[in-house]
Nanobody, 113 residues
């Protein structure tokens, strides 16, 4: 059982930045962020392992950076050069190496043009 607590969502003008945070109740192997816009499927944004290996969706490469503080069981998503198409509900995700998966409640990110 893992609880995920998210923060950092909000309303930002295009070209601006936001930083999302997600704190887990205990350490877990892989953490990341997904997003879901109205009428669209949930999609991967970025993931990072406890060892620091990361991957990103092509649409956010060069603009977003995922990082984590293992001592605090917290993952971050720094989002720069935001675009209106980044508007979505962003969900924190955590997985162990055996297939167990956990989700945060989601935080709204809205980018105005």
């Amino acid at each position: 059982q893992v609880q995920l607590v998210e923060s950092g969502g909000g309303l930002v003008q295009a070209g601006g930045s936001l930083r999302l945070s997600c704190a887990a109740s205990r350490n877990i192997f892989r953490m990341g962020w997904y997003r879901q816009a109205p009428g669209k499927q949930r999609e991967l944004v970025a993931k990072i392992t406890s060892g620091g290996s990361s991957n990103y969706a092509d649409s956010v490469k060069g603009r977003f950076t995922i990082s984590r503080d293992n001592a605090k069981n917290t993952v971050y998503l720094q989002m720069n050069s935001l675009k209106p198409e980044d508007t979505a509900v962003y969900y924190c995700n955590a997985e162990n190496g055996w297939g167990a998966e956990y989700w945060g409640q989601g935080t709204q990110v809205t980018i105005s043009s």
